[in-house]
């Protein structure tokens, strides 16, 4: 058979089994190239059982083809599928700081990809659940997203309203054009064939199939919130919501708030209800590293990152704890008890990133902010806690699931998350930095593979 006449006979079929929609020439190339790919594995599978002439190409073809077929047939989902849609890089799955980094760090390395969004936006999560006055804990320039720095007008901590028109600048520049309301419903990798199947919905529920050789998942670790259940939730007449819904202390002026949770967010939550004459108190359950955001007018997470390429990790921790020390006091003192390790090592074992203070320290010594060890049930007007004591107050509650990636970012089977590292946005960079290598690393030790040339010539 002639190479041109094969050629087209694979992106015809394919044309109508993916339902008419393979037509851009990468996307020809990537599926041509998995045909022909296979049709040398299945020769040369033929030549070393002794068999003689090889295999016809169109045999291989048509028994691929008749697989094909029969899982899209009997697959119930695909009974309702629209279309297929074939891409020729990485799918990726979310359209946040993550999802958009990562594109750009694939694209400087020649490589297309597809961004699916469930929502209408990118920073969905930005835009729509986080309160108001979040700003970003580290200075800028361990914010910014690859290949892009911030605005020099921008002030060392970005507010949540310049993140977000930084993201959409970083999406504008390098021409990342997300699809939009496409909630990812399922994703199954193909072993024998070696590709994923990543199976959406979209708003009017039509539903597609995207066909991919790489996945990544990049939907960040707070895309899903957890509440709690409590003893004694359903009789208790106040309100609960989580922090993700929480906007201001506009709506909880001059009343009690149980805050569960001493991270980052639960602690400025805190201090942003004191401005608005709430009365707040916070429980932390386990110990936690506080520290000064700054230290003698540097951020504390710069100085440390500093002294790290100097200095031994327990040393510096040491550094941390005695400047703590003379900058917040004793926290212990007020409930807020610190692990047996210091904060990097902490961190590094734990996962738990110590907490920057922004002021909420001070509200605590004050008793404006007042500090429990834990909530034993919930009565109908309030809290009974741990240690006996109780108190008439709503409540919200803060909180994600802990997800875990075994090596942070990389997965099996071209299976990739950016984002779960822990590391923040410092972390998102760094992440997709090496999502990018590696990815560009099997496309090029794909192009060594045996091609066209180790076919045996078809003489019948």
């Known amino acids: ?244 819904s929480y906007r201001s202390g506009e709506m909880f002026r001059d009343k009690s708030v149980l805050v569960v949770g001493c991270g980052n967010s639960g602690m400025e939550v805190c201090l942003d209800l004191c401005n608005y004459n709430a009365r707040p108190s916070l429980v932390v359950r386990d110990a936690v590293h506080i520290l000064p955001r700054e230290i003698i007018g540097r951020s504390t997470f710069g100085l440390s990152t500093c002294l790290l390429k100097w200095f031994p990790v327990r040393l510096v921790d040491l550094f941390l704890l005695v400047i703590s020390w003379f900058v917040l006091g004793d926290t212990s003192r007020f409930g807020l008890r610190r692990p047996k390790l210091g904060p990097l090592q902490f961190k590094h074992l734990s996962g738990k990133t110590p907490v920057l203070d922004v002021g909420t320290i001070a509200k605590i010594k004050s008793g404006d902010i007042k500090v429990f060890p834990g909530i034993e049930k919930l009565t109908q007007h309030g809290v009974k806690f741990t240690d006996g004591r109780e108190s008439d107050m709503f409540s919200e509650k803060d909180g994600f699931p802990r997800k875990a990636f075994p090596n942070g970012w990389k997965g099996a089977s071209g299976l990739y998350a950016v984002g779960f590292s822990r590391r923040g946005l410092l972390g998102v960079s760094m992440d997709a930095r090496k999502i990018a290598e590696d990815v560009q690393f099997h496309c090029l030790l794909s192009c060594s593979t045996p091609t066209l040339k180790t076919l045996k010539p078809n003489t019948t």
């Open 1 to 244: 058979m002639k190479i041109k006449g094969a050629i087209g006979q694979v992106v015809a079929i394919a044309n109508y089994i993916l339902g008419g929609v393979v037509s851009r020439p990468q996307w020809q190339l990537m599926v041509t190239e998995a045909f022909l790919r296979y049709c040398c594995l299945a020769t040369q599978a033929m030549e070393n059982a002794d068999l003689e002439g090889g295999v016809p190409t169109n045999v291989v073809f048509m028994d691929y083809l008749r697989e094909l077929e029969g899982k899209r047939v009997h697959d119930p989902f695909n009974k309702k599928m629209e279309r297929s849609i074939v891409v020729a890089g990485p799918v990726i799955v979310g359209a946040g700081p993550s999802g958009l980094a990562t594109a750009v760090c694939l694209k400087e390395k020649g490589i297309s990809s597809l961004i699916l969004e469930r929502a209408d936006c990118i920073a969905s999560m930005w835009q729509h659940k986080t309160y108001d006055r979040l700003r970003l804990h580290l200075p800028k320039q361990f914010c910014q997203l690859p290949r892009m720095q911030f605005p020099e007008n921008y002030p060392t901590y970005p507010n949540k309203h310049q993140f977000l028109e930084y993201l959409e600048a970083y999406a504008n520049r390098f021409g990342l054009e997300p699809v939009f309301n496409k909630t990812v419903v399922n994703a199954e990798y193909d072993h024998r064939y070696k590709f994923w199947r990543v199976k959406t919905v979209g708003i009017k529920q039509e539903e597609t199939e995207y066909v991919c050789q790489w996945l990544i998942v990049a939907t960040g670790e707070n895309a899903e919130e957890v509440v709690p259940r409590l003893e004694g939730m359903d009789d208790f007449d106040g309100i609960v919501i989580h922090s993700s």
